[in-house]
C-alpha cells in the first residue's frame, strides 16, 4: 500500500506543479493521492444514485486541471476540495434546494457554496464539499438550465479557448455567455415565484395559469436550443 504523502510533501508537489517544475516521481505521487479519492467518490456516487437523482461526475481531477487551478487561484494541492467530484442535475430551483437541504441532513457537516448568490464568470450552482472517510468530494447541484450554460462553456472552452470556463477567452463570448447566464437566472426566478404562487392555489381559473405554465416551458426549450446552437457555430 503506497504510504500517505504528508500535508507539507502535498503542497511541495503542488508548488512544483504549479511553477511547471515537477519530476515524474511528483506526477507518480500525484497519481497516487488521486487514486486514493477512488473509494469516497464512490461511496458518494452510490448515496446519490440510492436517492434516485440524475448523477454524473469524475474520480480525479486531471493533472492539467489540477496545474490551472493551483495556477490560477494560487491555492495549496492540500486544500483543493474538487479532486474528486459528482454533479446532480434536477429541474428546477425549488427542487434544487429540497436536495441541497437533503444532502445537507445526511452530511451535516458539508461546506456549502452557493454560486446562485455569488456566481463565478457566470456560471451558477450550488456546491456541497463533504468528508468521507478523511476525503473531501464536491457535489454539484445544477438545475437543467445551469447545467446546459456550463456544458456550453466546456464545449466552447474545448474548440475555441480553454480558459473561456474561467471567465477568460474572447471578449465578445465572455459578453455573450454573462447575458445567456443572467437570462437563465431570471427565468428561472420567475419560474419559481409562479411555482409557489400555483401552490397556494387550488383550482387554476380558467385553465389561465395552466397557459403561463406552457410559455415558461417553451421558454426554457429556447433557453436550451440558444446554448446549443451558440455550441454549433464554433465546431
Request: charged content about 30%; overall charge neutral; proline content about 3%.
Amino acid at each position: 500500500m503506497p504510504k500517505k504523502l504528508t500535508i507539507s510533501q502535498l503542497n511541495k508537489i503542488g508548488e512544483r506543479l504549479r511553477k511547471g517544475s515537477e519530476s515524474e516521481e511528483d506526477l507518480r505521487l500525484l497519481d497516487e493521492f488521486r487514486l486514493s479519492f477512488g473509494p469516497a467518490y464512490q461511496q458518494t456516487f452510490d448515496v446519490l444514485n440510492a436517492l434516485g437523482l440524475k448523477t454524473g461526475g469524475r474520480e480525479g481531477k486531471t493533472t492539467e486541471s489540477i496545474r490551472a487551478k493551483l495556477v490560477r487561484e494560487g491555492t495549496r494541492l492540500s486544500k483543493m476540495q474538487d479532486i474528486a467530484g459528482c454533479r446532480v442535475e434536477v429541474d428546477h430551483l425549488i427542487q434544487q434546494d429540497l436536495v441541497v437541504s437533503d444532502l445537507k441532513a445526511r452530511w451535516p457537516q458539508a461546506r456549502i457554496y452557493d454560486r446562485r448568490v455569488t456566481p463565478s464568470s457566470g456560471y451558477r450552482a450550488v456546491h456541497l464539499v463533504v468528508e468521507v472517510d478523511g476525503h473531501l468530494v464536491e457535489i454539484q447541484v445544477r438545475t437543467s438550465l445551469q447545467h446546459i450554460w456550463a456544458s456550453t462553456t466546456e464545449k466552447l472552452s474545448d474548440v475555441l479557448d480553454s480558459q473561456i470556463k474561467y471567465g477568460g477567452g474572447p471578449e465578445i463570448l465572455r459578453k455573450h455567455l454573462q447575458v445567456f447566464s443572467d437570462a437563465i437566472a431570471e427565468f428561472e426566478s420567475i419560474e419559481k415565484e409562479y411555482s409557489e404562487v400555483l401552490g397556494q392555489i387550488s383550482e387554476p381559473e380558467g385553465g389561465r395559469l395552466q397557459q403561463i405554465s406552457a410559455k415558461l416551458d417553451a421558454q426554457k426549450l429556447r433557453l436550451k436550443s440558444l446554448c446549443e446552437k451558440l455550441i454549433m457555430t464554433v465546431q
